[in-house]
């Protein structure tokens, strides 16, 4: 005798063997300066030392590099603005 098997409802759960998944990479393309995001704030002297020697300075938020961008073409670094702003206070830029 011969046994029929009754197919099993599709839970749309795996019913066991293998399969194969396939990923789709995406990439961004990045820009130059997208590492540079913002304009950091250092003293003029610490700048004009890095200048001459090449070594890294340090902005009030943490950010260690070495400055060789225009800082006028990115906007202020929040938190070096927001730690600037509780030391001297909230500089509105109206004199």
Do not use: N
């Not at 409802?9 to 063997?17: M, N, S």
């Not at 610490?46 to 020697?53: G, T, V």
């Amino acid at each position: 005798m011969s046994e029929t098997l009754d197919p099993q409802p599709d839970t749309g759960a795996p019913q066991g063997g293998t399969a194969t998944i396939e990923r789709v990479e995406q990439r961004e393309l990045a820009e130059p300066g997208d590492a540079e995001r913002f304009a950091h704030y250092v003293k003029k002297d610490k700048i004009m030392e890095s200048a001459l020697s090449g070594e890294p300075v340090i902005a009030l938020c943490g950010k260690v590099w070495i400055p060789g961008r225009d800082p006028k073409r990115f906007p202020v670094c929040p938190q070096c603005k927001e730690i600037l702003d509780a030391a001297f206070g909230k500089g509105d830029g109206e004199d």
